[in-house]
T-cell receptor
Framework: QKEVEQDPGPLSVPEGAIVSLNCTYS??????FMWYRQYSRKGPELLMY????GNKEDGRFTAQVDKSSKYISLFIRDSQPSDSATYLC???????????FGSGTKLNVKP | KAGVTQTPRYLIKTRGQQVTLSCSPI?????VSWYQQTPGQGLQFLFE???????NKGNFPGRFSGRQFSNSRSEMNVSTLELGDSALYLC?????????????????FGPGTRLTVT
């Protein structure tokens, strides 16, 4: 069993839709939960992160962590064609010795 | 501030050959991590170097090795290439400043080297 599971998609939505991206994990030692966005032919870039449980909002993006269910989510409101990319979740323990990534969900927002 | 650079961007090799990839981190960053990205397995951690020392290692065979120089630049070497080594190899740098709880050791990724083994 992989440490982090993520549905690869692809996920295709119309512009303006609310997008929900999810990951599950098995290691209860994870403390930091991150979302990266990767455009084609580019490396991943950090979108946002949360520490431990709870929600975090940044503009149109909201990250949620439910440690009891070992489940994290990223919501994108009012999705735009420029949001079309692969979204990867990543997790780490408190000392960042290793990052564990999901396989990524490819999102396509149609104009 | 210049970002993480990786060279070459694209590489084609044949089975049995070896390859060396290079990564220059962001100025001032002392930690360099390497990842392999494939459609099936996603992003998998290879190893991390900090101040010329390997700090952490993923579950890859000994054919995968790396090193870091005094200027923090890093190289990754794969010997006896196999078809399954075809992947995007990403390098990420960070300051490795652990800070306090709630802060993050942000990794900055380079664009990657696309390796094709034929």
């Amino acid at each position: 069993q992989k440490e982090v599971e993520q549905d690869p998609g692809p996920l295709s939505v119309p512009e303006g839709a609310i997008v929900s991206l999810n990951c599950t994990y098995s290691n209860s030692a994870f403390q930091y939960f991150m979302w990266y966005r990767q455009y084609s032919r580019k490396g991943p870039e950090l979108l946002m992160y949360t520490y431990s449980s709870g929600n975090k909002e940044d503009g149109r993006f909201t990250a949620q962590v439910d440690k009891s269910s070992k489940y994290i989510s990223l919501f994108i409101r009012d999705s735009q064609p420029s949001d079309s990319a692969t979204y990867l979740c990543a997790m780490s323990g408190r000392n960042f010795n290793k990052f564990y990534f999901g396989s990524g969900t490819k999102l396509n927002v149609k104009p | 501030k210049a970002g993480v650079t990786q060279t070459p961007r694209y590489l084609i090799k044949t089975r049995g050959q070896q390859v060396t990839l290079s990564c220059s981190p962001i100025s001032g960053h002392r930690s360099v991590s390497w990842y392999q990205q494939t459609p099936g397995q996603g992003l998998q951690f290879l190893f991390e170097y900090f101040s010329e020392t390997q700090r952490n290692k993923g579950n890859f065979p000994g054919r995968f090795s790396g090193r870091q120089f005094s200027n923090s630049r890093s190289e990754m070497n794969v010997s006896t290439l196999e078809l399954g080594d075809s992947a995007l190899y990403l390098c990420a740098s960070s300051s490795r400043d652990r800070g306090t709880s709630g802060s993050i050791d942000e990794q900055y990724f380079g664009p990657g080297t696309r390796l094709t083994v034929t």
